[in-house]
């Protein structure tokens, strides 16, 4: 037994290294990745001559081959070694200068995939050291700690630029608006911040980041912070509000854009209506709120609204009163087209994000920054690995608001 467990040891010392690991599929894609790259490269080059490479240019040439260069490039695929063309281009001025390659930027040591994978990796709060170890069997040991370094300054860089970036040029008609809490270390302890976000709606209906800030709450004062931001980059007047319905929230956007409608998500009125009563009536409320919310059309939201308020006033005081305070508030998405209803009654885009956001760092009990929080948030969407698509309705993004239809609630 002695000698099968002294055995068993020296084997695991090599496990993974022999040629029962060895895989012909990733071997053959590495093989022929070198080849494809300098194809690609090399059609780049043909494209801006002109003309093939011993092909002649019968009117004034647009340049000439340079001979080749050796460059190296970190991929998913590994660490490859390729022979990339040079080529002097004639300029505008006279002369000639050197020609540069689209595909394979003059300074780009790695691929944007790769650039993304290392950088969520440092930003879920793994220092450099431990992204090395944790990328070294997968790309060879090409990613040392100057790698791991100079991608996160690029990163920052990258999340600099766009917190600073001019808002002017997006087309965007509607604003939506919620906050999340995460936990992150602040002088060697854990506490929560808040995650202040803002998506846009273009009229193309695409959704679109505009601002993610770490914050100590959700006062009106942390709100106005984030939306002064926005305002001081050029962003124009949405034409719709969808807000979580926090009290700091409410009065910010009053106080900077009181004529623009605003819609309270009707979820998160749902979960306040529930907290106003006992467990045994959960199920008849849930079901008389859920007429009215996907009521068919706005007589048919008013007339339920009525009966709601008629019958709890009586049987529970608490949840009537709890949808008299959202007003008609609560009732915004009436003046848009029957089409965007589904996606103007509630936060529900930005909660989706939350969402995956929390999902990703679950691994994490405590991120190391307030914000390294709000990058890792942006990251996952620049990066592409988290996506939105457009909102439902968007074809009638561009017909205008009709105005408000008075409900008598004592009727």
């Known amino acids: 037994m002695e000698q099968d467990s002294t055995k068993t040891q020296a084997d695991g010392r090599t496990l993974f290294a022999g040629d029962a690991w060895f895989d012909p599929i990733e071997a053959g894609i590495r093989d022929r990745v070198r080849g494809f790259i300098e194809e690609l490269i090399g059609q780049e080059l043909e494209a801006a001559l002109g003309r093939g490479r011993y092909e002649r240019d019968a009117e004034a040439p647009k340049g000439y081959r340079n001979g080749t260069r050796e460059r190296q490039l970190l991929g998913s695929f590994g660490p490859v070694a390729l022979s990339v063309p040079r080529a002097r281009m004639a300029a505008e001025g006279g002369g000639t200068q050197e020609w540069r390659s689209a595909t394979l930027p003059r300074y780009a040591r790695m691929t944007k995939q790769v650039e993304a994978l290392i950088a969520g990796a440092y930003l879920a709060g793994t220092n450099t050291r431990r992204v090395k170890r944790a990328l070294a069997a997968l790309f060879g040991g090409a990613v040392g700690k100057d790698v791991v370094s100079r991608t996160w300054r690029k990163v920052r860089t990258d999340w600099d630029a766009w917190n600073g970036r001019d808002l002017a040029g997006e087309d965007v008609v509607r604003l939506i608006l919620d906050g999340t809490v995460v936990r992150v270390r602040l002088d060697r302890k854990a506490t929560n911040i808040s995650l202040l976000v803002v998506l846009g709606v273009r009229r193309d209906g695409q959704k679109v980041l505009l601002a993610v800030k770490n914050m100590g709450g959700e006062s009106e004062a942390a ?110 998405f009436l003046r848009l087209p029957p089409s965007q209803w589904k996606s103007a009654r509630t936060t529900n885009a930005i909660e989706r994000l939350h969402e995956e956001f929390k999902r990703r760092i679950k691994t994490q009990a405590v991120l190391p920054s307030a914000e390294t929080a709000a990058m890792l948030f942006w990251a996952l969407l620049a990066s592409g690995q988290i996506t939105m698509r457009k909102v439902n309705g968007w074809q009638t993004l561009g017909e205008g608001l009709t105005a408000p239809v008075p409900v008598d609630l004592a009727a």
């Open 223 to 332: 709100w106005r912070g984030v939306l002064d931001g926005l305002i001081a980059r050029r962003l124009r007047t949405p034409e719709f509000l969808i807000t979580d319905g926090g009290a700091g929230l409410e009065r910010a956007l009053a106080a900077l854009w009181p004529n623009v409608p605003a819609q309270r998500c009707t979820v998160h009125k749902h979960r306040n209506l529930l907290a106003h009563a006992p467990d045994a009536l959960h199920e008849e409320i849930s079901a008389d709120y859920t007429d009215i919310i996907y009521a068919e059309t706005a007589k048919q939201v008013q007339a339920r609204r009525r009966a709601f308020l008629r019958k709890w006033r009586l049987r529970c005081p608490a949840v009537a009163t709890s949808l008299e305070e959202a007003g008609d508030r609560l009732f915004a």
